[in-house]
Each structure stands twice: as C-alpha cells, then as structure tokens.
C-alpha cells in the first residue's frame, strides 16, 4: 500500500488503509518549544512578546495547536502539522525579514504565526479531519482574529500595529 511521507518523524502513516500511529506528544512539543525559543529571541519590543507568549502560553490555542493539522488534504493535513506549517513560515518570514531590512521584522514574524491559528477551531481533526460548522460558516481568518481580540487588547500595542497586524491575518 500506500505510505503518507512527510520531513518529521511524527503523524499518521497509511498502509494499505491501516493506519499507523507514529505521532508522539514529545515531538510536537520539541516544535513548540523551537517555537517559543525563536520567540523569546526575537521579540524584542515588549508589547509584542507579551502578545505572542500570551498566545501560545493559553491552553485553548497551546493544548490544540500541538494536535491540529494545517489544512484538509493540500499540506501539512496532518496530526501536528499546523504546528510545524506555523515554524516553517515564522523561519521563512525571518529569512525574508534578512534579505529585505527595512521590513517590520517583528510585526511580520507576529502575523506569520499567528496567520493560520484559526484552523484549530476551522477543522475537526482526526481521520476525517472535515470542516466544523464554524470553519464553514465563518472561516479561520475571522476564527482567528476573535481568538486574539482578547490577547491583543491586553498586549500594550498601538492601534497603528494592531490594525497592520489584523491585515497581515
């Protein structure tokens, strides 16, 4: 049968319509831990290091964000794979950030990961891993930007940052 590869050792295998289990809570925690490394390193401006460790510190996004797949079936449609689509673009975002100066590096970097945080509640997961009614009917930009009204209003950003913020979701 079949076999479902992808670049880290965790998610779901499928062999002849059997499904192995290879994901480990341990892996996709070592991401998240890259993740809120690269964090701490490069959120230099106090308000938004408060934002993104206010982000990822809360239960409701940190407990589903280790579990949650990316998307459906295009990429990263997997267990953990919104996590490390998260890493990957939060790296690439830097990359660009390095070769374009001038850019807003910490505003991009916030937008990068965060942009796709509303597929925790966009998507159900699992083996089916269908559209929820409310990925349906409201979609995970507008899922997201709820989710982090209230993490934003508690961040001390300006206006001015909040609303390029918002665009960049």
Avoid: M
């Avoid at 590869?5 to 319509?17: D, K, Q, S, T, V």
């Avoid at 390095?98 to 925790?120: E, F, M, N, S, V």
């Amino acid at each position: 049968g079949a076999v479902v590869e992808r670049p880290r050792a965790f998610g779901c295998h499928i062999h002849a319509g059997r499904v192995e289990r290879s994901d480990r809570v341990e892996g996709r925690e070592v991401v998240l831990d890259e993740l809120e490394a690269l964090c701490r390193k490069e959120f230099t401006y106090k308000p938004w290091r408060k934002f993104i460790l206010s982000v990822l510190e809360d239960e409701a996004i940190r407990v589903p964000l280790l579990t949650a797949p990316a998307a459906k079936s295009v990429h990263h449609a997997w267990v953990g794979g919104l996590l490390e689509h998260t890493l990957s673009v939060a790296t690439l975002c830097l990359r660009f950030c390095d070769h374009y100066p001038d850019l807003d590096r910490q505003t991009l970097l916030a937008g990068a990961i965060c942009h796709d945080l509303g597929k925790i509640w966009e998507f159900s997961g699992g083996l089916a891993n269908d559209y929820t009614d409310a990925g349906r009917l409201v979609g995970h930009i507008n899922l997201c930007l709820g989710k982090l009204d209230r993490h934003l209003a508690k961040s001390g950003l300006d206006e001015e940052l909040i609303l390029h913020f918002q665009h960049l979701i």
